[in-house]
């Protein structure tokens, strides 16, 4: 499984990027987007079953980011509205067999990181 994602930049606070993830979904998997910025831990932002689209965020970006699957194109995105400073981090897409989990190394497959930077 290569997941590639793409989309990431230089935005200003309250901003909107979209994150798209290419290579994604599979029956029966689950995707999910996670972020690490510098010094601290990789952790979960969002993910989607592939199946029947049902979706699950962090308290941090609940009502600001939105995960979607398009799956003819097999592609999953992050959007992510009213960006905030302490968005600043690398996002990885991830994927894994079974239900969606926080817990990070749960799952196996990762994309590259996209290097998202929101400026205050």
């Known amino acids: 499984v290569q997941l590639q994602a793409s989309g990431g930049g230089l935005v200003q606070a309250g901003g909107s990027l979209r994150l798209s993830c290419a290579n994604a979904?599979?029956?029966?998997?689950?995707m999910g987007w996670f972020r690490q910025a510098p010094g601290k831990q990789r952790e979960f932002v969002a993910g989607?079953?592939?199946?029947?689209?049902?979706?699950v965020y962090a308290d941090s970006v609940k009502d600001r980011f939105i995960i979607s699957r398009d799956k003819a194109k097999r592609m999953v995105y992050l959007q992510m509205n009213n960006l905030k400073a302490e968005d600043t981090a690398a996002y990885y897409c991830a994927t894994r067999s079974g239900d969606i989990t926080p817990r990070t190394s749960e799952w196996g497959y990762w994309g590259q990181g996209t290097l998202v930077t929101v400026s205050s």
């Open positions: 989607i079953t592939w199946n029947w689209g049902t979706t």
């Open positions: 979904g599979r029956t029966n998997y689950v």
